[in-house]
């Protein structure tokens, strides 16, 4: 596995997924460089809307189940909305994260506008990833999921959103929904490596919510994801012959009998 410091000037790109419980970590750890217990986890765990209703707690308790299951891999718990409103108030939930569960570091969502509050936990020693460009906390204040990097001023907005979150101290970032001919400017102003999802091939690494990656959510197919697995319709036929085998009192067979 690489050092995650060491990815911005490598040929191999660094690779995140989520994870939200413990079963799932196992399986992904040492198989990737960073596992995300990302507050996804609202839409694609608890069949919510958006991620606006995942809250400190919900996110200890899965980030402590991730830890349990994933012991090689670097995790991160993503903070959720409206735990970092202002200095104190981040750096006391960020806190918690160190406290409460093994996590390595917390992701927060902002450019400019939240870089003193990265700049607080960093100085407090807590690693922060950062995340910008699409940003899903602020789905309704923007007025929808919007693609970002459209017009030169954006990039432009973008571009110091990346220098002012690496200044206070992020150890990397991720860029979410960005056109992909803007991100390599995004990504080569910054000496800290960036993660893309849904923003193209230029950045030093790629993140999937695991959900998607593997085929699980199934009215969700935005065209960014890739299915590497058709995860729905292999659970949904197992329950089914599950189902059918008990129902015809063919399991269990003598062979998974005492
Ligand atoms: O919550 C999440 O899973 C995320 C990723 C999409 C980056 O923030």
Redesign the pocket.
């Known amino acids: 596995m690489q050092t995650i410091s060491s990815i911005k000037n490598s040929k191999i790109p660094l690779v995140m997924i ?1 994870a939200y419980d413990a079963l799932f970590a196992s399986l992904f750890d040492t198989k990737v460089d960073i596992i ?1 217990v ?3 986890l609202n839409m694609s765990f608890n069949a919510k809307a958006d ?1 606006l209703s995942a809250d400190m707690e919900i996110m200890l308790y899965h980030t402590k189940a991730v830890c349990a299951g994933a012991e090689e891999t670097l995790i991160v718990c ?1 903070m959720p909305f409206g735990t970092y409103t202002d200095e104190n108030i981040a750096l006391k939930n960020a806190s918690r994260v160190y406290q409460e569960t093994n996590a390595h570091a917390v ?1 927060i969502e902002g450019g400019e506008e939240r870089a003193h509050i990265i700049k607080t936990l960093t100085s407090n020693s807590i690693a922060v990833m950062g ?1 910008i460009g699409l940003m ?1 906390q602020f789905v309704r204040s923007e007025g929808g999921y919007k693609v970002r990097g459209k017009t030169p001023e954006d990039i432009e907005q973008l571009i110091l959103d990346a220098k002012a979150i690496e200044k206070a101290g992020a150890f990397c970032m ?1 860029i ?1 929904g960005v056109k992909a001919d803007a991100v390599a400017r995004i990504s080569n102003s910054v000496n800290i490596p960036t993660i893309g ?1 849904g923003s193209g091939v230029d950045t030093d690494g790629q ?1 999937l ?1 695991w959900s998607d990656a593997f085929g699980f959510a199934k009215d969700f197919k935005p065209k960014f994801v890739k299915n590497y697995l058709n995860g729905a319709k292999l659970i949904e036929d197992a329950t089914l012959k599950y189902a059918n085998e008990v129902r015809n009192r063919e399991f269990p067979s003598q062979k998974y009998t005492y």
Do not use: A, M, N, Q
């Open positions: 989520t995300l990302g507050d996804s991620t993503d992701k995340h899903p991720v979410e999802i993140v919510v």
